[in-house]
């Protein structure tokens, strides 16, 4: 039951990261995204093959019950935007920020799941077993959308996080910077290789736990 559960969360919360950048930079003044069909909350405009089902797919059968991919990027065209450093960062903040506001969501979601015993108000709008389906899918929405914030604010190229480092340096060291670029992937493999991949899981179990205080909040006022 986790993971079929885990993979329609992920598919969502990837598409909600996805529309978020390309509504952002419609709003910035590039309709790159808008005329390619990506201002969508339709998941197949923002599927990639490997990162949105191969991936997740593979990591569902491995140990450890992780689950995590990555859909296809929202292209940006940076000649169409007034402030390319600035607004280019604005249009990448949007995804993990959507990340965020989703995980918030799903904790008040969780936290109506707790009300009262018995699955909370949720469970008995729905009746029969729903309850414990409900909070599943909410404690998956809170891990895998910190999980997705976090790791996209990674100061690292490809990631959300390597364009607002770009717009924080000056100078020589933004040039320097952005010469990592087209080897940004491979740094990032490296890294979690190196040990990131523990301290990101580190970052998502204090996260999600404010998250989950939240949940308590959220259930502790409805019972």
């Known amino acids: 039951m986790h993971t079929p559960i885990a993979i329609l969360v992920l598919l969502f919360s990837l598409t909600f990261h996805e529309f978020a950048h390309a509504r952002a930079a419609l709003r910035l ?18 599927i990639d093959p490997v990162g949105t089902i191969i991936v997740p797919l593979v990591m569902a059968l491995l140990p450890g ?55 909370g108000p949720l469970a008995t709008l729905a009746g029969g077993d729903v309850g414990a389906f ?12 910190v999980l ?9 190229p490809p ?3 390597s364009w607002i480092m770009r717009l924080a340096l000056r100078g020589d060291a933004r040039a320097s910077y952005e010469r990592l670029r087209p080897y940004g992937f491979l740094l990032v493999l490296v890294l979690m290789y190196a040990g990131l991949g523990g301290f990101l899981g580190r970052g998502v179990s204090v996260v999600g736990g404010w998250y989950l205080e ?8 409805l019972s």
């Open 29 to 46: 003044g590039d309709d790159t995204a808008q005329r390619l069909g990506r201002v969508s909350l339709n998941p197949i405009a923002h």
């Open 134 to 145: 409900l909070r599943l899918l909410c404690q998956w929405g809170v891990s895998l959308n």
């Open 65 to 119: 019950g992780m689950i995590f991919g990555w859909a296809k990027p929202v292209p940006v065209d940076e000649r169409r935007l007034a402030s390319p450093l600035r607004d280019q960062a604005l249009i990448a903040a949007a995804g993990p920020v959507s990340n965020l506001v989703l995980a918030a969501i799903f904790a008040i979601g969780l936290g109506l799941t707790l009300a009262g015993g018995h699955g």
């Open 159 to 161: 990631l959300d996080g």
């Open 148 to 156: 997705l914030a976090l790791f996209n604010l990674i100061p690292l």
């Open 214 to 221: 939240v949940a308590l909040a959220v259930g502790g006022l």
